[in-house]
């Protein structure tokens, strides 16, 4: 019989081989959007013009991040209704972000809900301004989190690099004793550079599937996670047990 320490600890190794896959993952897409869109090395032949986010190749624009996303809010679901007993629907709130697995449910039907599901991207708005794409199920997600829709045609992964430094840079800005925060009146200055959509078709046919794998493994990754969570205290307590 496996004991149950070690079961714990081999299940806890089953799920580390698809962490490093998604690392790579996320590594190749921000090398490829590095090449193609901050160093432009697939058309250094081509003319150059400047811009307000400086030279760019002829036929290219500057717009705001609405021209390539829509983004949407999570809303003030009631604490009092919150459950820990699976009624209703999970909600996200933005503690739950980095670990994929909402912590409360509700059976609150909030009139400005926003429902997310796998593969959504969404940013918290408090604390620091981390990009992170959901692999848990479908939720709703609480306020002071964001969601990003990428417009048809706009890769999921061309979003995430567009928005990852301007991000950052807001989060870096930002002076308080306490919390910081981020807003819609950010999000408002936030540019894109937006080449044509023969570009961002190509681009759209080489990272998108790298984005779909690597939704793949995060949902994996909660699947296994959650066996994992029912499993090691039944055999913690000897209510079940596995033969080698």
């Given amino acids: 019989m496996l004991a149950p320490y070690a ?9 580390t081989p698809r962490r490093p896959r998604n690392h790579n993952l996320e590594e190749q897409s921000q090398v490829l959007y590095k090449s193609w869109f ?47 007993e699976k009624k209703g629907l999970p909600l ?13 449910f509700t ?16 940013v918290g708005m408090d604390g620091e301004f981390s990009i ?3 692999g848990g199920e479908d939720s709703w997600i609480n306020q002071r989190i964001s969601r990003f829709s990428p417009k048809p045609g706009i890769s999921h992964h061309f979003l995430t690099e ?7 840079a807001v989060e870096s800005s930002e002076v308080a004793t ?16 937006i080449p044509p959509q023969g570009v961002l078709d190509s681009f759209y046919q080489i990272s998108e599937p790298l984005y779909l794998q690597y939704v793949e493994n995060l949902s994996g990754n909660q699947e296994l996670s959650s066996t994992r969570d029912v499993l090691l205290p039944r055999l913690m307590s000897g209510e079940i047990s596995f033969t080698c």
């Fill in 7 to 15: 079961y714990g600890r081999q299940r806890h190794r089953s799920l």
């Fill in 38 to 84: 901050v160093d432009f090395e697939p058309f250094k032949d081509g003319k150059f013009v400047d811009s307000e986010l400086g030279m760019i190749p002829e036929g290219w624009r500057v717009g705001t991040i609405y021209d390539i996303c829509d983004v949407y809010y999570g809303a003030p679901f009631n604490s009092t209704l919150f459950n820990a």
């Fill in 92 to 104: 996200i709130r933005i503690r739950d972000l980095a670990k994929q697995e909402a912590g409360v």
């Fill in 107 to 122: 059976e609150e039907r909030h009139p400005k809900g926003q429902l997310t599901c796998k593969g959504d991207i969404l």
């Fill in 132 to 134: 992170y794409i959901w």
């Fill in 162 to 168: 567009t928005l990852r430094p301007q991000l950052k």
């Fill in 178 to 193: 306490t919390v910081i925060h981020i807003g819609k009146n950010d999000y408002d200055k936030f540019r894109a550079i």
